[in-house]
C-alpha cells in the first residue's frame, strides 16, 4: 500500500512567526540553507572526492586483477577449534562475564561494572550497586575503554635512551634509583603525581614521609576541581568535602556551576537532579523543582535552566554577593549592577527563601574559595545542611603544588623526579614552564601512559616505565561520596605496565610490591576483616557497604561565618570588545586533554555546540557583531564576514555548499601570551566572554588526536583561574573548518519537542495532545467496542500495538500451521476493517493478547530527565560497535552514531517580516543572544508502518513479530532509499570501509594498507555483526540484548509457557548509561510495565505523529518551571509561543504582551486563547 | 561481390542461441545443486588430531554418556563448548593412560597448548545460533548434527542452509521432543519399534501439543538469527 503524506504549504502568517532556529544559517534563512534542508543529505555526501573518475578506473582494474589472482580455489578452508586445557573458573565460552570495578577520575573513583567476553572488556556500565550514580554513567567512563586498545599506547618499559628494555631491567632501574637515597633523608628527591582517592596510595605516601620525610610530593590536575572542598574546609578547620543532594532540593541556584556537566560527581548530581524533575501526572506538576542559573558559558546546567542569566564569570562574585545580601544581613549588595540583574537576584532569593531547607546554592569550582565560602553563608541561611547538603570528612591530603615543585626544580634542588601519571608538560598552569623545569632535574623517571608531551621533553631521562590502563590494574579508591571501591583488572597488563602503587612500593622497597596484595592488605585495614569471602564480596560488589564519608556535625563557627563579608567586596566589571574576559572549561571530548587519541570522545557531538574533533572560541552573537559584520550572509556576497575579504569568500562558497562551518581564526592575546584558534557564535554566552575548552590541540599524540583542535593551556595562568583584563582578540586573516553535526536535520520548527510550562500543565494536562497536526487530523485509531460494558470506547496502547499488520512492507512472515490458525491471533493481525463512523467492528481480548502474542518493544524517553550529556551516544556507540569515521568524513555528514542528540535553540525575538519586533536596529537582522535550548534524543523509531520498508527493493529491512524494524545486512545493497524515506533520519550508510582500514587510507581501496589495528578489533563486541562498505545500519532497539534475555530466560525455564521475559530484565545500551534515566524501555502488550504506564502518560506523544507511521519510540513532553515574579518571567517556554504563533492557535494576550506586539489588529497572529479548541 | 559466408552460416544464430541455452541450463543446474551446503557440506568428515570416536563414547554400545558429560554448557552458552583437555584426562589419566593415540592429549595437558580439532559445522559469522536456545526448547541435538552416537568420526550430516533452519521455524512441531529426551539421540516418539511413517505421525502429534503448551513461537523474522 502506498501512501502519501503532504505538508500543508505554510501561511503568510506562519511563515512570519517568532523565529524556531537550528543554527545561524537557519535563522538567516538564505536560500542555499533551505536548499542543503531540502537535501537528504549533504551535497557531497554520495560523491568520492580525492579519488576522480581516472583514479578511480585504475584502482578498480588492479582490483578486478587481484580478484582473480586471489581466487584460492573452491575448496572450504579447514577451521579449527582450539578449545582451553584447563577451564577457567566461570567463564563459559560465549556468556559475557561482568565484574566490578572503578575509573579514577580526577581524585575521585567511579564505581563501574565492566562486560567481558572471554576476558576481554569490551563495554562499560555503571555500578547500579552505587546508589547515587545507579548505574549511569559520564561520557568519560564510556569512552575509556577504548584507550585499553589505544593503538599508540606505550607498548614497552624504556631505557635512558628510549630502547625498549624488559620488566625486570626496569624494575631494577627503579631499584637503582631509590638505592641513592636509602638512609638520606631524601633530600634531592621529588614525585610529582596525579590527585588520587587511592587509600593505598595515601599509606604509601605517608610511608614515604616517614622513610624519606625532606622529599616533595606534588599533585597536580589539568582540571582542578578542588576549590570548593578546600574553602569549606578553611571553615571548619578539618578536610571536609560537599556532598550535594540535588534530589531534595526544590530550588537549586547555579553560580556557574556546571554541576551536571563536569563538575565532581556530575554523574550522580545529574541522577538526583533528574529525580527533582520527572513527573507523573498534572498533580506533581506544581512539586517540580526549579533551577536559576546564572553564568557565562553556556553549560549544560545552563541548558537546562528555568530562568538563566548571562553574566561574566568575573562578575559572578559580585552576583554571588548580591544574592547573598538578601539572604545573609552582613552582606552588603555591590553596586554597578542593572535593574535587571538586581531583580533577578531579588527574586530568585526569595524564592530560595520561601523553600529553607529545600534550597541548595552551588558555584563553580573555578572561583575563588571566598565566593564558595559565601555561598556557604547562603546554605546555612537556607537551612540547606543535612538536608540538602552534606559536609562529610575526607582524608588529609598533605601534597604540595605543582608551582612549588617547579620552584624547587629551577632552584636546582631536585636530584631524582618521578612523575606518576598525567601529563604535566601540556596542562600544567602557564605560570609554571613545567618543560624548563623539568629539564632541570638530576634525572627522571617517568610512569606514563603513552608518549606524550612530557615524553618529548625528555632529556635528563632515567627510565620510561609504560603505565597500565585502570581496566588491567589491581587499585582501589574512593567515590564521591567516600565509598571505598576496588579497581580489579579485567585482564593481564596487555604490554607488561606496571601501576602507580606497584611503582612507588618498589621505590621505598617494600616487602609487598604486588598490588594485588597491596590493595588486600589496605582492604583489611579498612575493613576490619581478614577473610578472603569478605575481600571477593568486595570485590563482586564493587562497593564496601557503610564505608562512606561521614558527615561532619560540627556548626560553624559564627564569627568565622560572620567575618566572610570583610574578606569579600567583589566589584562589578565593566566588559568591552577591547577588555574582554576569558572561561576556561574542560572539554567536553577530552576532558584535560587525556582521551585526545580516543575516536569515540573525538567524534561524539559536543552536547552544546554540537562541534566534532575540534574545539573553538566560543563568542556572543553581541561581540561577533561588534567585531565587524559578523552576521554571516555569505551568499549575498556583500560586505564582510568576519572581517574576511569578499575574495576569499569567494573562492571558498564552493566550501560552503557542503554545509561545513568554515570559521575565521582569531588570536587571543592574555597578559603577552598568544594562541589561537577557530571562532564558534554560540547564543547563550555572556556579552563579552570569550569561551575556551582546554584539552585540545596536542601536540605529541597518536595517530587519532593528531591535529586536532587548538590547545589554550598557555594563556591559563592557574589551574583555577578565569582571567580578566587585557584579553585582546584579533583576525588572523585564516579560516578553518569545524565539523559541526548542528546543521543536518533541520526540523523547520514544528511540534518536534513540545513543552510546557508546569503551570499550564497542571491547568491543562492534555495540552500535548493538542498540538502538533495530528491533533487536527481524524483519530489514526479507531473506537472499538468494549467486551464487558458494550460501549465504544478508545483503543488501549495494548490493543493499538496489535491492531496494525505488522510491517506494511512486501514481505509478509510465512504462516504458522494449524496452532496459528487455531489462534485468533489473525484476528488481530487483519487490518482494521473501518466503518464509515470511524469505529472497528472488532472485539480484543487484551489478556489473551499479551498472553498469546510475543512481548511487543516500545521506549519513551522524558524530556524531562533528559540533560543533553551524549552518555547514551557513546554507550550505543561502544555496545553497537559503530566505526568512527574521522572528521574528514563528519565534514562530509557521515557519521555514523545510531543515536544523536538534536539541540534546539528558541528565542523569543520575534520575526515579523524579516524584521525584529523588539530590536532596537529593526532593518539588521541580528542572532539572539537569550535562548532556550531543548534536547532531543532520536534514535530509529522502530515504527509499526515504517517508510524505510515499503521502499527497500530487496526486503532488507522488514518487521519482525516483536514489533523490530530488522535490518538484514547481508541482504542490502546500499540503494540508500530507505535513508531518503525515513523521516527521523536515523540510518546510517557506510559510504567506506569503517571497519576493514585505518582512518586517512579509507579511499586507497585495495592498495591501501588492509586491515585495521589488532588491539581495535579487541573491543568489538562479538554479539553484533561489524558492517561492511555499502550497506546500511541504525538503531536495532540492542536486539541482541533482547534476544539473549529471552533466550536466558528461556534457559532458565526449560521446556515450560513461561516465555515472557520479566518487565525491566532487558535495558538498551542507551536506557542503562542514562544518568538521569530518561529512557524507558520495556513490553508494550503488558499493561503493568513500566513503559506502558509511561505511554498512558498525558505527556506522551509521537514526533511527527501525523504521517502515520505510528513510532514505538514517543516522547514526555518538558516541563519548564518559571517563576512568574522573576523579571522577563516567560509565560510559555520560548519553542512553544512560537509553535503557537505558527502552527497553533495564535499568541494569547499574555504571549503578545511578553513579545512586545501590538494587542489586536495585528494579522499575522490570531490572539485565541491557546488550549481548548 | 561474392558471398562472403558460406550458406552453412544461416543456422548458425539457432545453433548458438540452442548453445547458449543449453549451456545457461547446465550453468544453472549444476550452481543450484551444487553450490549448495546440501552438496558442499553434507558428508564433510575431517581426519581429527585425536581419533575420538563418539560412537563408543556416547554410544548406546559403548559407555553411554550423555552429551553434557563434555560438551556441558550446551544449555547454558550460544556455543556448545569443546571440552577443554581436562576434562578428557580427567578419566584418560587412569584408563589408557599410555595410549600412543591419546598422545596429543597428554601433551596439551603438559604443555597447556591447547587440541587444534578440526571444525566441522561452521555457521557463517553473520548468524547467530544459539545452542541454549534449542535444547531447552525440546530441540534435540540429533535435529543438526544427526546421530552423533553412530559416528566414529564425526561428520556433517544435514545441510545447515537457511532453508534448513526455516523449515524447522516453520514447522516446530515435527522437532519438539520433551526435553528428558533432548539428549537421547536414538529416542523415537512412537517407541523403538514403530515404522517410519508413524514415527512421523507420533512426533506430530506430540509436537503439536508440546508447541501449544510452551508456547513455541520460533523467529521467521532476520533478527531471530542475523543482527
Known amino acids: 500500500m502506498k501512501r502519501k503524506f503532504y505538508h500543508p504549504e505554510p501561511t503568510k502568517a506562519e511563515l512570519n512567526g517568532p523565529a524556531y532556529w537550528k543554527s545561524l544559517d537557519d535563522l538567516q534563512g538564505n536560500h542555499q540553507f533551505q536548499e542543503w534542508v531540502n537535501r537528504e543529505f549533504p551535497d557531497g555526501a554520495d560523491t568520492m572526492s580525492d579519488v576522480d573518475r581516472r583514479n578511480f578506473m585504475k584502482i578498480m582494474a588492479a582490483s578486478f586483477g587481484l580478484a582473480g589472482v586471489g581466487v584460492t580455489g573452491c575448496r572450504m578452508p579447514e577451521r579449527k577449534i582450539l578449545p582451553y586445557t584447563k577451564q577457567p573458573e566461570f567463564l563459559i565460552p560465549g556468556v559475557a562475564n561482568y565484574y566490578s570495578t572503578s575509573m579514577p577520575f580526577g581524585g575521585e573513583n567511579i564505581p563501574l561494572v565492566v562486560e567481558t567476553h572471554q576476558a576481554r572488556p569490551t563495554k562499560i556500565e555503571g555500578n547500579p550497586s552505587y546508589k547515587p550514580n545507579g548505574g549511569g554513567t559520564s561520557t568519560f567512563s564510556q569512552v575509556s575503554i577504548l584507550d585499553l586498545y589505544d593503538p599508540d599506547r606505550a607498548r614497552s618499559h624504556r631505557d635512558s635512551s628510549g630502547k625498549a628494555i624488559s620488566r625486570a631491567d626496569a624494575e631494577s632501574l627503579i631499584k637503582d634509583a631509590a638505592s641513592e637515597f636509602e638512609g638520606s633523608t631524601g633530600e634531592g628527591l621529588a614525585f610529582l603525581a596525579t590527585s588520587s582517592s587511592s587509600p593505598t596510595r595515601a599509606h604509601l605516601v605517608s610511608s614515604l614521609a616517614a622513610k624519606f620525610p625532606k622529599a616533595i610530593w606534588a599533585e597536580h590536575e589539568g582540571i582542578d576541581l578542588s576549590n570548593p572542598s578546600k574553602a569549606v574546609s578553611a571553615l571548619l578547620q578539618r578536610p571536609v568535602r560537599t556532598v550535594h543532594h540535588f534530589d531534595k532540593a526544590k530550588r537549586i541556584l547555579s553560580l556557574d556551576s556546571d554541576f551536571v556537566g563536569y563538575e565532581g560527581n556530575a554523574t550522580g548530581n545529574a541522577r538526583a537532579y533528574a529525580k527533582g524533575r520527572k513527573i507523573n501526572s498534572a498533580k506533581e506538576a506544581t512539586k517540580m523543582s526549579r533551577l536559576y542559573v546564572a553564568e557565562s558559558n553556556l553549560s549544560l546546567a545552563g541548558a537546562n535552566a528555568d530562568h538563566r542569566l548571562r553574566m561574566a564569570s568575573t562578575n559572578i562574585p559580585a552576583f554571588a554577593a548580591l544574592v547573598a545580601s538578601h539572604l545573609v544581613p552582613s552582606v552588603k549588595a555591590p553596586s554597578g549592577f542593572s535593574e535587571l540583574e538586581q531583580q533577578w537576584a531579588k527574586e530568585c532569593a526569595a524564592d530560595l527563601l520561601g523553600h529553607k531547607g529545600r534550597a541548595l546554592v552551588v558555584a563553580g569550582s573555578h572561583l575563588a574559595q571566598e565566593v564558595h565560602q559565601v555561598v556557604v553563608a547562603m546554605n546555612e541561611a537556607l537551612e540547606a545542611r543535612g538536608k540538602t547538603l552534606e559536609y562529610v570528612a575526607t582524608d588529609e591530603n598533605k601534597s604540595t603544588s605543582i608551582a612549588d615543585l617547579a620552584a624547587a626544580l629551577e632552584g636546582n634542588k631536585v636530584k631524582t623526579l618521578v612523575i606518576l601519571g598525567g601529563n604535566p608538560a601540556y596542562d600544567a598552569p602557564a605560570s609554571v614552564n613545567w618543560e624548563s623545569a623539568q629539564a632541570k632535574a638530576g634525572k627522571v623517571i617517568r610512569l606514563g601512559y603513552s608518549e606524550d608531551e612530557t615524553y618529548s621533553a625528555r632529556s635528563n631521562w632515567h627510565a620510561f616505565i609504560a603505565q597500565t590502563h585502570f581496566l588491567e590494574s589491581w587499585g582501589d579508591g574512593r567515590a564521591w561520596d567516600g565509598t571505598y571501591v576496588p579497581v580489579q583488572p579485567m585482564l593481564a597488563p596487555l604490554f607488561g605496565g606496571m601501576t602507580e602503587i606497584e611503582l612507588l612500593a618498589r621505590f621505598l622497597s617494600k616487602s609487598v610490591t604486588d598490588p594485588h596484595d597491596q590493595v588486600r592488605k589496605t582492604f583489611e585495614e579498612i575493613s576490619k576483616k581478614s577473610d578472603s569471602r569478605t575481600f571477593n564480596k568486595w570485590l563482586a560488589e564493587g562497593i564496601l557497604p557503610g564505608s562512606a564519608h561521614t558527615a561532619v556535625t560540627t556548626a560553624f563557627n559564627k564569627t568565622v561565618l560572620d567575618a566572610i563579608p570583610s574578606r569579600f567586596s567583589p566589584k562589578v566589571n565593566f566588559l568591552n570588545k577591547d577588555n574582554l574576559e576569558v572561561r576556561f572549561v574542560p572539554s567536553a571530548h577530552n576532558w584535560d586533554g587525556r582521551f585526545a587519541n580516543n575516536g569515540w570522545a573525538q567524534e561524539c557531538p559536543h552536547p552544546i555546540t554540537k562541534i566534532t574533533w575540534d574545539n573553538a572560541i566560543l563568542i556572543s552573537a553581541k561581540l561577533a557583531e561588534e567585531l565587524g559584520g559578523i552576521i554571516p550572509d555569505p551568499w549575498s556576497m556583500s560586505g564582510q564576514v568576519f572581517g574576511q575579504d569578499l575574495n576569499q569568500l569567494v573562492r571558498r562558497t564552493n566550501e560552503f555548499n557542503r554545509g561545513r562551518e568554515i570559521t575565521p581564526i582569531y588570536q587571543v592575546t592574555v597578559d603577552g601570551v598568544t594562541v589561537e584558534g577557530p571562532l564558534h557564535v554560540q547564543p547563550g554566552i555572556a556579552d563579552y566572554t570569550l569561551v575556551l575548552p582546554l584539552g585540545h590541540g596536542r601536540k605529541t599524540v597518536g595517530r587519532v588526536g593528531k591535529d586536532s583542535g587548538f590547545n589554550f593551556y598557555p594563556v591559563r595562568k592557574s589551574a583555577t583561574s578565569t582571567s580578566v583584563g587585557g584579553v585582546k582578540i584579533s583576525d588572523t586573516n585564516r579560516s578553518y573548518k569545524l565539523a559541526n553535526t548542528q546543521e543536518h536535520w533541520s526540523q523547520e520548527g514544528r511540534a518536534i519537542i513540545r513543552e510546557g510550562t508546569a503551570d499550564e500543565y497542571s491547568k491543562n494536562p492534555e495540552f500535548t495532545s493538542q498540538m502538533g497536526m495530528e491533533s487536527h487530523s481524524p483519530k489514526l485509531y479507531p473506537k472499538i467496542k468494549d467486551k464487558e460494558t458494550g460501549k465504544w470506547r478508545e483503543m488501549t496502547q495494548q490493543e493499538k500495538a496489535m491492531f496494525v499488520p505488522r510491517g506494511n512492507s512486501a514481505y509478509t512472515p510465512p504462516k504458522y500451521t494449524e496452532i496459528e490458525k487455531k489462534s485468533d491471533r489473525f484476528k488481530l493481525l487483519i487490518p482494521g476493517r473501518y466503518s464509515p463512523d470511524g469505529l472497528f467492528d472488532q472485539d480484543l481480548d487484551n489478556d489473551e493478547v499479551s498472553q498469546t502474542y510475543h512481548q511487543q518493544w516500545g521506549m519513551v524517553i522524558d524530556f524531562n530527565a533528559c540533560i543533553g550529556c551524549n552518555s547514551c551516544v557513546v554507550a550505543c556507540q561502544s555496545e553497537n560497535n559503530i566505526p568512527i569515521v574521522g572528521k574528514d568524513q563528519v565534514l562530509r555528514g557521515r557519521e555514523m552514531h545510531w543515536m544523536r542528540i538534536d539541540r534546539y535553540f528558541s528565542s523569543d525575538v520575534y520575526r515579523n517580516d524579516g524584521k525584529f519586533a523588539n530590536d532596537p536596529k529593526p532593518d539588521k537582522r541580528v542572532i539572539p543572544d537569550e535562548v532556550q535550548v531543548s534536547f532531543q534524543s532520536v534514535a530509529c523509531a522502530q515504527c509499526e508502518l515504517a517508510p524505510c520498508e515499503s521502499v527497500c527493493p530487496v526486503n532488507a529491512t522488514v518487521h519482525d513479530e516483536q514489533g523490530l524494524n530488522t535490518m538484514a545486512y547481508n541482504r542490502c545493497i546500499g540503494t540508500r532509499y530507505c535513508a531518503n524515506n525515513c523521516p527521523y533520519k536515523v540510518r546510517r550508510f557506510n559510504f567506506l570501509d569503517w571497519n576493514k582500514r585505518d582512518m586517512g587510507h579509507f579511499y586507497e581501496g585495495p592498495l591501501g594498507p588492509a586491515g585495521v589495528n589488532e588491539l581495535e578489533q579487541m573491543q568489538k563486541n562479538p554479539d553484533v555483526s561489524v558492517r561492511m562498505r555499502g550497506v546500511m545500519e541504525k538503531c536495532t532497539y540492542c536486539v541482541q540484548r533482547i534476544q539473549e534475555a529471552k533466550i536466558n530466560h528461556k534457559a532458565k525455564h526449560p521446556g515450560s509457557a513461561d516465555v515472557k521475559v520479566p518487565d525491566g530484565t532487558i535495558k538498551t545500551a542507551c536506557q542503562q548509561s542514562c544518568p538521569t534515566e530518561a529512557i524507558t524501555f520495556g513490553d508494550i502488550l503488558d499493561t503493568e510495565s513500566e513503559v506502558s504506564k509511561l505511554k498512558d502518560s498525558d505527556r506522551n506523544y509521537a514526533v511527527l505523529g501525523y504521517l502515520n507511521i505510528r513510532p514505538r519510540t514517543t516522547y514526555l513532553s518538558k516541563i519548564r518551571n518559571p517563576n512568574p515574579a522573576m523579571p522577563k518571567a516567560y509565560p510559555k517556554p520560548f519553542a512553544r509561543m512560537e509553535y503557537d504563533a505558527r502552527y497553533g492557535h495564535g499568541l494569547d494576550a499574555n504571549e503578545m504582551d511578553y513579545l512586545g506586539l501590538p494587542k489586536g489588529g495585528d494579522d499575522h497572529v490570531h490572539p485565541v486563547g491557546s488550549g481548548n479548541h | ?227
Request: hydrophobic residues 35%.
Open chain 2, 1 to 227: 561481390m561474392a558471398n562472403i559466408f558460406p550458406r552453412s552460416a544461416n543456422w548458425a544464430p539457432i545453433k548458438i542461441i540452442i548453445g547458449i541455452f543449453f549451456l545457461a541450463t547446465v550453468v544453472t543446474s549444476a550452481v543450484t545443486y551444487y553450490a549448495t551446503p546440501k552438496y558442499l557440506r553434507v558428508g564433510y568428515e575431517p581426519k581429527q588430531p585425536v581419533p575420538f570416536d563418539h560412537s563408543w563414547h556416547a554410544g548406546k554400545d559403548g559407555l553411554n554418556l550423555d552429551c553434557r558429560f563434555c560438551h556441558n554448557n550446551v544449555t547454558k552458552s550460544e556455543h556448545s563448548n569443546v571440552p577443554p583437555t581436562s576434562t578428557c584426562m580427567s578419566c584418560h589419566a587412569v584408563i589408557k593412560s599410555t595410549s600412543p593415540k591419546l598422545a596429543p592429549v597428554r601433551d596439551s595437558l603438559l604443555t597447556g597448548d591447547p587440541i587444534e580439532w578440526v571444525k566441522v559445522h561452521k555457521t557463517p559469522d553473520y548468524v547467530y545460533f544459539n545452542h541454549a536456545a534449542h535444547v531447552n526448547r525440546g530441540v534435540s541435538c540429533v535435529e543438526c548434527h544427526g546421530r552423533v552416537d553412530e559416528m566414529q568420526t564425526v561428520k556433517h550430516a544435514k545441510s545447515h542452509s537457511m532453508a534448513f533452519c526455516l523449515d524447522c521455524h516453520r514447522n516446530p512441531e515435527n522437532a519438539v521432543r520433551p526435553i528428558e529426551h533432548v539428549f537421547d539421540l536414538g529416542w523415537h516418539p512412537g517407541g523403538e519399534n514403530a515404522t517410519n511413517k508413524d514415527q512421523k505421525k507420533a512426533q506430530h502429534e506430540l509436537g503439536t501439543q508440546l508447541v501449544e503448551e510452551w508456547k513455541v513461537q520460533p523467529p521467521l523474522s532476520c533478527f531471530g538469527c542475523h543482527r
